[in-house]
């Protein structure tokens, strides 16, 4: 049988206030979920972990809280492959994100329009495929949701956001998705934190 070296953590993956707030109070963190890299982008992360931290002053035995960032990853040796491919799963990711409350402002700062977002919402709602999805997303909807492309492009995001995961109070990043293909993307992951 093998023994675990230490108690396994139970994270909340809620990415609201009240899933914050349930991780202080019932779980020994949060996982950050895959609208973390737009939310870091937009400067509005550190908010949800406030209120996580706040939640758990409340309870004076409560011990500190773990905090995972997700960030989803597409990467090829083929960039232009590694971008194609997230373009429908950035549009969604996309919706997740302005579904959490963000304003038009929020996402001109990441460089996403308001008509530009109203277009994918009014996609979605009609249940457009895929190829349709895609069609309407632009580099700044791909960059806003997902780290794709190749090594190159991609290792001075990785490195930065792993930074700001860190500055944030964050004391791991997932890296989620891993497309288009997934052994190729691990291989990448691996060469660019060498």
Do not use: W
């Not at 090594?151 to 791991?172: M, N």
Request: net charge positive; with cysteine; hydrophobic share 45%.
């Amino acid at each position: 049988m093998v023994r675990p070296r230490g108690p396994v953590p139970l994270l909340n993956g809620g990415n609201g206030a009240k899933g914050a707030a349930l991780a202080a109070r019932c779980f020994d963190g949060m996982i950050y979920g895959p609208t973390f890299l737009a939310a870091a982008q937009m400067g509005k992360a550190a908010g949800l972990l406030d209120v996580a931290r706040r939640a758990a002053d409340e309870l004076p035995e409560r011990g500190a809280l773990r905090f995972v960032a997700e960030v989803n990853v597409f990467l090829s040796s083929d960039r232009t492959r590694a971008r194609e491919a997230a373009k429908a799963h950035a549009a969604t990711k996309l919706l997740s994100v302005r579904n959490m409350g963000h304003g038009a402002d929020d996402f001109r700062r990441i460089g996403v329009t308001p008509e530009q977002l109203d277009a994918i919402g009014r996609a979605a709602a009609r249940r457009a495929g895929p190829d349709e999805l895609a069609s309407l997303v632009t580099d700044e909807v791909i960059d806003a949701t997902y780290i794709a492309g190749d090594l190159e492009s991609c290792r001075p995001r990785l490195h930065e956001i792993r930074q700001t995961a860190e500055a944030l109070g964050f004391q791991q990043v997932m890296f989620s998705k891993l497309g288009p293909d997934f052994g190729e993307a691990i291989r990448i992951l691996a060469e660019a934190f060498r």
